[in-house]
């Protein structure tokens, strides 16, 4: 399987940027996805989770009302977006792709990570 994820940059503070990750090597609707971040001296957390059929997902509390999750399942897609971004979102963001039909934050359950993309908020 091959994550390949894109769409991080610099961003002042309030901005918006929207994640994307490509997937390929396995049936990409079968499986739920998510998305992790990992700040410099911190461990990976878990960020947002989408179902395989898009129909459920859920969030860090510390994102909840300022990112989305979706996903294009004809286009082997998954998307995060994210509002109102602030310094503390600063970290390598991850996508992975779950061996579970269903939503989880637990990184077990995830089988497969992309290379990662960095997101820097300036304050």
């Known amino acids: 399987v091959q994550l390949q994820a894109s769409g991080g940059g610099l961003v002042q503070a309030g901005g918006s940027l929207r994640l994307s990750c490509a997937a390929s090597g396995r049936t990409f609707s079968r499986y739920a996805m998510g998305w992790f971040r990992q700040a410099p001296g911190r461990e990976r957390e878990f960020v947002a989770t989408i179902s395989a059929t898009g129909d459920m997902a859920d969030y860090a509390d510390s994102v909840k009302g300022r990112f989305a999750i979706s996903r294009d399942n004809p286009k082997n897609t998954v998307y995060l977006q994210m509002n109102s971004l602030k310094p503390e979102d600063t970290a390598v963001y991850y996508c992975?792709?779950?061996?579970?039909?269903?939503?989880?934050?637990?990184?077990?359950?995830?089988?497969?990570w992309g290379q990662g993309t960095l997101v820097t908020v300036s304050s």
């Open positions: 992975a792709m779950s061996r579970f039909h269903n939503i989880g934050s637990w990184t077990g359950r995830y089988d497969d």
